[in-house]
């Protein structure tokens, strides 16, 4: 496993390291509730008509509206995709009644078609409310999940406060619901801060950890994952990711592709979820992007829904 000293290095706040192009958004009416595609796009961030702008990606200029549940049809009916996993905007904000905002927000666009998005909570870890909120999400608005970003709050996770912050959260998150899926993004900054994360992940079973981008650059540690899960003692069940934002790193032809396949394939293909971190890229955009993969059929299908089924509790389709 590598070891490298800590690097200092602060991103400005986005809603992923990767930001590669931004989509306009635009509202739109109202689509009919039936599914139009199969699979599912685990990782689509939206945010409320009243904090858009004051959100860091409305004050740069990378979103130039609201992002609600009809936009998100309308991308995912675009890219024939059946269902998605809705991200609350919550972390964005350190003053409670805007993050509980975009929390119920969230949960009000899920609940207009259960069938099709799950949503997760979302908040500011080092707030002293952020245990609360947590309970509320969970408990009163009936989100499925958790999101944190740890980068929001300039958190580091070889800080051992911050370490115990992110500790008491997911312990929080296993006490209210078993098996909870939390998605963690602090942008792969350092070596040292992803090994922290996986081995937060091994002592918190309880809940199912997914990490938002496949690691980044740090994917080699994949393998490491692998190692633990099945040579010693089975650490690592409860790891997860998504490939939002990697699925356009290494690209067929790019000198990392084949080394990324096979650290893919040797984590798991069952543990690997799609997604467009939109509004990173549209869906339509990432299938695209995944279906260049050269994956089989099947690990395409598992990636593609049954893993994101599995995590996130998606019930069957009625379509099928
Ligand atoms: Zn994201």
Request: proline residues 6%.
């Amino acid at each position: 496993m590598p070891h490298c000293p800590v690097r200092a290095i602060r991103l400005m706040v986005t809603l992923s390291a990767t930001i590669l192009a931004v989509q306009a958004v635009t509202a739109v009416p109202a689509l009919a509730q039936s599914p139009t595609g199969r699979g599912i796009d685990a990782h689509m961030h939206i945010l409320s008509p009243e904090n858009w702008m004051d959100s860091p990606v409305g004050a740069q200029g990378l979103i130039d509206a609201a992002i609600d549940v009809q936009t998100i049809v309308q991308l995912v009916d675009d890219a024939e995709i059946e269902r998605a996993v809705l991200i609350s905007g919550a972390y964005f904000f350190q003053d409670q009644e805007r993050a509980r905002h975009e929390n119920e927000f969230t949960s009000q666009q899920v609940r207009a078609y259960p069938e099709r998005f799950v949503g997760l909570c979302s908040v500011a870890p080092l707030q002293p409310w952020a245990l609360d909120e947590l309970e509320y999400c969970i408990t009163s608005l009936e989100l499925q999940g958790l999101k944190l970003h740890l980068v929001a709050e300039n958190m580091n996770l070889t800080n051992p406060e911050h370490l115990g912050v992110i500790a008491g959260l997911l312990a929080e998150a296993a006490e209210l619901k078993p098996g909870l899926p939390v998605l963690i993004d602090f942008n792969w900054t350092d070596d040292a801060q992803t090994f922290s994360l996986i081995q937060l992940a091994f002592t918190n079973p309880s809940v199912n950890i997914v990490m938002a981008h496949g690691l980044g650059h740090h994917y080699s540690e994949l393998a490491s994952i692998y190692l633990y899960r099945e040579l010693l003692g089975g650490f690592g069940e409860n790891l997860y990711i998504d490939i939002s934002s990697t699925l356009f790193l290494y690209p067929p032809g790019s000198p990392p592709f084949e080394n990324y396949i096979w650290h893919l394939r040797r984590f798991g293909m069952d543990r690997v979820l799609f997604g467009s971190d939109y509004p990173v890229k549209s869906s339509s955009e990432a299938l695209e992007a995944l279906e260049a993969m050269g994956f089989t059929p099947e690990e395409q299908n598992q990636i593609l829904q049954d893993n994101a089924m599995k995590v996130y509790g998606f019930q069957p389709s009625v379509r099928r």
